[in-house]
């Protein structure tokens, strides 16, 4: 039996992400989600390791064929995570969701030589560029022949003895041939290929997506909203209830975020507006909250074709003050779109306007989407 670990468990912050990297959108899909299409055709079993607290969501994208348990500290810690729940494996798998369009025939070469005998086995790559060895000054003190040297990828292949041998104590590495490698196993290698390569930062992303083909395209969208303050109203804003601030006018609730958020999707789309799709001649959605326009706006766009990269708004008022919910407020509306990354600023008017005298609050929102 062949089984698999994706490790997905990183939080994302070198990417500069409010959600952790493995539910990036990259395309129509999440990285994770991409990392499992290719791993399932060879794998029997798969365990996914989860940033702890997005154990759910992971569960909800995988669906319940999939194992998820939660990761660790460590990329090692969260491989032994994996690795206690697979039981009666001939082979492991072990991939990283940010290599996440690693082909389903690299994944066969991995296979192909264990079932050949290795018991180690890692994809890697030439090194093209010119190498030097620098001082702590910055200056370089020797060239650095790149003949014997290879830019090392996942999945790796182990057999199960093995795997869990190397991970018996608590040492960590970037990854889990050097283990074998220091455990004294011969590491095989096979070529990989240049999809395999690890998404760290936006560039990678765009990198990314070429792979994906031609169809894919960025559009992007700015949306705003304001409302008046009105006694007797509860304030909504950014999907969160604030019971001790005065509320706002509005057909709905009057979640200036979540509605500047919706019209730049709309306007990244073409797909109309707030008022088209969610009007006065629309009664339903009297009173309907923020979130649910949310939710009901992905649904649009993903019927139209697109899905969400990034979006940021841009709260503007001398109230509520923002910074101390503000992970609240992110979490709570990427969970609305679908996971997607959110980010969230706040800033005042100096006294100026309808925010500034305090006599309402506004939003402006940007949205980043991709057509598929």
């Not at 290719?38 to 365990?47: E, F, G, P, T």
């Not at 798998?93 to 018991?119: E, F, I, M, P």
């Not at 018996?168 to 999809?195: F, I, K, P, W, Y």
């Not at 706040?346 to 940007?366: C, F, Q, R, V, Y």
């Amino acid at each position: 039996m062949i089984a698999a670990i994706i490790a997905a468990a990183g939080s994302g912050e070198r990417f500069g992400a409010s959600i952790p990297k493995a539910l990036i959108q990259l395309g129509d899909r999440t990285l994770l989600e991409h990392a499992v299409a290719s791993i399932s055709a060879v794998a029997d079993q798969i365990v996914v390791t989860a940033p702890s607290g997005y154990e759910e969501q992971i569960k909800s994208l995988v669906g319940d064929d999939i194992t998820v348990v939660t990761g660790g500290a460590t990329r090692s810690e969260s491989v032994r995570a994996g690795l206690a729940a697979i039981k009666g494996a001939d082979f492991v798998l072990v991939h990283d969701a940010a290599r996440c369009l690693a082909s389903v025939d690299l994944a066969k070469r991995v296979v192909a030589s264990l079932q050949g005998g290795a018991v180690a086995v890692v994809p890697v790559l030439p090194v093209v560029d010119t190498l030097q060895q620098v001082d702590a000054a910055g200056n370089v003190v020797a060239a650095v022949d790149r003949a014997q040297l290879r830019r090392v990828q996942t999945p790796q292949g182990f057999t199960y003895s093995v795997l869990q041998e190397v991970h018996q104590g608590a040492q960590d590495a970037t990854d889990d041939s050097t283990l074998a490698l220091n455990a004294g196993h011969a590491v095989q290698t096979v070529l990989g290929e240049e999809r395999a390569l690890k998404i760290t930062t936006p560039s990678d992303l765009a990198t990314a997506l070429t792979f994906l083909g031609d169809a894919t395209t960025f559009t992007t969208g700015v949306g705003v909203d304001a409302h008046a303050f009105a006694e007797g109203r509860q304030l909504w804003l950014a999907g969160l209830h604030w019971p001790d601030e005065v509320g706002v006018e509005g057909h709905s609730d009057g979640d200036v975020a979540s509605h500047a958020i919706c019209d730049a999707l709309f306007a990244a789309t073409g797909l109309g507006d707030l008022g088209s799709n969610f009007g006065t001649s629309r009664p339903e959605y009297a009173g309907a909250s923020g979130i649910t326009l949310l939710k009901e706006t992905l649904a649009i766009i993903n019927r139209g074709g697109y899905s969400i990269s990034h979006v940021s708004v841009q709260i503007i008022g001398n109230r509520p003050r923002i910074g101390a919910r503000r992970a609240e407020a992110i979490a709570t509306l990427s969970a609305a779109l679908g996971g997607a990354d959110v980010a969230i600023l706040a800033t005042t008017t100096d006294g100026m306007g309808l925010t500034g005298e305090g006599k309402g609050i506004a939003a402006i929102a940007s949205a980043l989407v991709i057509k598929r």
